[in-house]
């Protein structure tokens, strides 16, 4: 672990040539005066003025400057915005938390949406404090076609997905999730997702672990081709997430998402790469990288996971026999403020297969250690919705001790920050992690609105987050009063040039953008069929059978 961080250490020298002052006017919207800029890509790490016009970043400068607005920066850390690529609570209040945590882009790539077009419409009407952004979810795709019963009137997101899940469970069957699909029903599928990419989804979400039973491998992998198609990621959940037996291993199914995305040629986002095996595949996904593909992952600082009580990961078989753990000690429900015993997690799962629990996985401990230093691994939260007691989305206004949940929604950034500051990390690297690298690595998937964020140079959209080094911290818990307490320490969050938090006080200003590809004329749908590969790749095998026919 020494020599990691000690090799690591370069990251942090100090860029020695000033920048020139780049602008004739010296009047700016915004004058960030006295901070100590930080910029991953370019390295830059002094202390500099920065002026802000038209939502960009206009100078970088040793010079005086005046703004409209001048905010004091003394001692502080000008950084780029952080970004959070899983962030699953898109509605006001989670979106409030995240800008405390200092996040200006928190994106939801692994759950995703159904009916992308609409969705971006919403939030664009509604207006929206950070930057928006989502993949389209293969899980809602299945569900319109293996659960017909159920009718989607709205574009389908992770605010009230739980509500479709608890409804088509109530006949014992959830077909999204343990069904195989036909051809037929994979064509009607991959259609779907090939619109959702036409309208400018930043790729596909293939959180397969919620569906190990009904999706085979050959569904992931033409999953993952209709993303590859447009060149974009596949952002996956694996199939065998965090269990570590001989053939349900992690690594195991990180080979399966990890073959297609190269045979595809698409980018690889691998969610919460923090369970068992995470070495291995941290290590494979550095080979990649060096032979150019365009693959990451994701961590967050947390012992204990979120998750819906009717996961397959919680079942018993799973949960005690292959992990070892007992219920009425790892499974916290966090509306009751209790720890389940195997009767009451059973219940449960019957009466709610939707319904949220607080799962702890004891070995993390040792391991978030090294996390906090591995290159192009990043932070991303992995939060929730942010909902009350009564298990209903809190308005804007409502008191951050009234939030329900887990800490990570509310604190992921800032617990880096100071796990990194005691772990002796060095703070250029904790920047890459919180922001650049994701910018970088969704930028090089060819998405013009990342290749602008992530960095604090002249010329990008002022994406800002500015915090003090000595003092950040996170203050949530998981004691129910205490899980929404906000992180401290990050005084001021700029969104696309506008002040969204000033002096830790989030204001009722709406400043955010789309981060989306641009809407295309045609899709690129192509129907899937096994027979026309076997006619095309063999010799005499016509009409014996038609293997369209058969479920695979």
Known sequence: MRYLISSLMVISVIAGTPIAPAAVARNYDIAIMNGRVIDPETMLDAIRNVGIK?????????????????????????????????????????????????????????????????WYDQKAQEGWQANYGTT???????????????????????????????????DGVAGWSITKSSIAQMNQIMKILDEDLRQGAIGVGIPINYMTEGLTSYEAFEAQRV????????????RYHGLSQTPTESPISFDEVFANAVLVGAPLLVCH???????????????????????????YPYEAGFTIVGSPALRPENWEKI?????????????SSKF??????????????????????????????????????????????????????????????????????TGTAAKVLRLAREQGVPLMFTIAQLSYWSAKHLG?????SMKERGRVQEGKVADLTLFDPKTVTDNATYKLGESGLPSTGIPYVLVNG??????????????????????????????????????EHTIGTRGIPDLNDEKF
Do not use: C
């Open 54 to 118: 038209g939502g960009r970043i206009a100078t970088i400068s040793t010079e005086k400057i005046s703004g409209k607005e001048v905010i004091d920066a003394t001692g502080l850390v000008v950084a780029p915005g952080f970004i959070d690529t899983h962030f699953h609570g898109v509605d006001p209040f989670a979106v409030k938390l995240a800008l405390r945590d200092g996040k200006t882009s928190p994106i939801d790539l692994e759950a995703g949406v159904f009916k992308v077009k609409d």
């Open 136 to 170: 389209v979810g293969l899980p809602m795709i299945r569900m319109t076609v293996h659960d017909p019963e159920v009718k989607f009137d709205r574009p389908v997101e992770y605010t009230n997905v739980f509500d479709y899940i608890n409804q088509v469970a109530k």
């Open 444 to 448: 090089d998937a060819g998405l013009q």
């Open 227 to 238: 993303a590859g198609r447009y060149g974009r990621l596949s952002s996956v959940h694996l």
């Open 273 to 299: 790469n923090n369970n068992w095996g995470w070495w291995e595949i941290e290590e494979k996904l550095q080979m990649a990288r060096d032979k150019g593909f365009n693959m990451w992952s994701e961590y």
């Open 498 to 535: 506008t002040v969204v938090v000033k002096n830790s006080v989030v204001l009722p200003v709406k400043p955010g953008q789309p981060l989306r590809y641009p809407v295309e004329e045609k899709g690129r749908f192509v129907p899937v069929s096994i027979q026309k590969w076997a006619d």
């Open 323 to 335: 992990r070892g753990y007992k219920y009425e000690d790892t499974i916290f429900d966090p509306l």
């Open 340 to 409: 389940l015993d195997k009767a009451a997690y059973q219940d449960l799962v019957k009466k709610e297969p939707g319904h949220l629990v607080i799962a702890y996985v004891p070995e993390r401990k040792s391991w978030i250690p090294y996390w906090l230093a591995i290159p192009h691994m990043t932070v991303a939260s992995d939060s929730g919705s942010a909902r009350g007691i009564d298990n209903k989305l809190l308005p804007w206004g409502a008191d951050y001790t009234k939030y329900v949940g887990h800490p990570r929604t």
